[in-house]
């Protein structure tokens, strides 16, 4: 049986990405390897956002190579976002490498390695003429997803409901690399959740660059894309027409998941309707990933978000009417070209003002053909780096203040698995902090209520007060 190892870079979309390979390629009659050095098939799935991830899948797939010596018929693969932008650049600096294939292309590995081995074959051995790149596809065709399924253990799961991103952030390389925004059919979704919560997994988070624009396009050409589908939309009728909100609505209805995450959603996109649905949804978490990027309208216009500051506060004071213990998170870019002390500024007033749970901080890294490259990256590394440090450290102060404000309190966990010492168990609160419990008998993927009783880093600690 051959032997597949695979290795993953990036962000939750490539996490799911790399199991619908590990599924597809082991419905193929691939086996999992343990190690490299076990494998017939090396893939790794990697990320473009910024070059330290592109830099970091170079060198391991360097590191990598040195198995053809001994082996030459081992087959090396980069696939996902690097593949699709450094194409050129992956056959010439890494001659080993076989295979390239971009995230469109993800449901045509099964053929294009079925390929590669017929090459072989024929042959008799094989030579660098028998490398494959697979880079051409406008969007990955998700109503098309060749058999087999492979999900990572536990209780959370991953369900993808569209790819690609139709927004133009200007640092951003996403939409190069994942081509145009297309949605999954709505019945397949459903019958996903469906798959997995008799499966015995508990929590499901919806994926997509940008979930609020679900339902623009989906395969068969249907959608709300331009403004006369936006007036349907008006008239609620998930049957015909389907945006993100009604989608959540629909979850709701017609399956059992006991909890609803999604990420990401573009501020722009996020509106009365997604908070109305949130509310009204009792499977929806009270948590929201809404990634703001910085505080100062001048970057903002300049980064292309399509919204100011305030009109980004404005939209959380609405959520917060209609889901009131909501947790924010969000993602802040530092060292955009031309940020100044003030812009910098402006961004901590807003993470204060807005007091979000948790934040993800990136040092700004340009991205070759994006519009932002074409500028000067004018700010210092180390300033980079300090305006990095400040905003963690005010993160941190503010997860403390939201950890002090729940001492006391009784909250329900849904326990994902054992903790780090005996009889400890490690759960999650819907607005997604992290508790630890002690208990004498497995919960795993039980809900359970606790009284918080105290907190250490960014882990919340707790008393059982009953089990259901
Ligand atoms: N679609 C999501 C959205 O609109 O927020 C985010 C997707 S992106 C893969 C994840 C995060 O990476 C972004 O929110 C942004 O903060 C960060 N990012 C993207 N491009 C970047 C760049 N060139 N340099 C630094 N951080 C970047
Ligand atoms: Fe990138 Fe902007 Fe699309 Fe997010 S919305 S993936 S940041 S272009």
New binding site residues.
Partial sequence: MRKLWLSSY??Q?NERDSEEVLGMLTAQGYEMASEPEAADVILLNT?S??QHAEERAFGKMGELSALKKERPKLILGIIGCMAKLQQDAIFKRLPTVDLVAGPAELYDLPYLLAEIQEQRQSMNGGSVNDRVMAVGRPFRPLHQRPPGDYRTPGVTAFVTIMEG?D?A?T????PRTRGQEISRPAQDIIEEIDRLVAAGYREMTLLG??VNSYGKRFPDGTGYKGPLGRLRLLEEDPETLLDFPQLLRLIQRRTSVPRVRFT???PFDATERLFAAMRDCPSVCESLHL?V?SGSDRILRAMRRGYTAHAYLKKIEQLRRDVPDISLST???VG?PGETDQDFDATIRLMRDVGYDNA?V??????PG?D?AARDDDVPHDVKEHRNQTLLALQQDMLQRKQRSLLGTTTELLIEGPGKRPQQWFGRTRGYLGAIIDHHEPLTGRFIHARITRYAGSTLFGERTDVS
């Fill in positions: 990036g962000c979309m990320c956002v910024r991103c927004k952030c640092y951003c390389i996403v660059q940008n990401t959603s573009h990634p990027q993602d802040i870019i955009f993800y990136f040092k700004y890294s340009p991205r994006t932002a």
